[in-house]
């Protein structure tokens, strides 16, 4: 994961130099999608751990917490979609 996210750090810092250069709109849009690619990748790694570990555990243990888990990744998941 922070492989891939010190890629799309290069990818952020390389847009920051297009817009300064004024290269082509197009190209600097076409970057832009492949950073939001890359974050949208990272998020879904970040969410399948959470659910294979912090989730599952609280399911075993029930109760409160179960609940509490499986609301936030629900919340979670409406703010990814949006």
Same mark, same amino acid.
């Given at each position: ?5 010190k890629r799309?750090?290069g990818q952020?810092?390389? /847009?920051?130099?297009?817009v300064? *250069? $004024?290269r082509?709109?197009?190209d600097?849009?076409t970057?832009i999608a +492949?950073i ?5 990748a /990272?998020?879904?790694?970040?969410? *399948? $751990? ?5 989730v599952v555990e609280?399911?075993r +243990?029930?109760?409160?917490?179960q609940a509490t888990?499986?609301?936030e990744?629900s *919340? ?7």
């Amino acid at each position: 994961m922070s492989k891939r996210l010190k890629r799309i750090e290069g990818q952020v810092r390389g /847009v920051e130099k297009m817009v300064a *250069d $004024d290269r082509y709109c197009i190209d600097v849009l076409t970057q832009i999608a +492949a950073i939001q690619s890359g974050l949208k990748a /990272v998020a879904l790694g970040l969410l *399948d $751990d959470h659910m294979a570990h912090c989730v599952v555990e609280a399911a075993r +243990a029930g109760g409160d917490e179960q609940a509490t888990k499986l609301a936030e990744v629900s *919340d979670a998941l409406r703010r990814f979609v949006r």
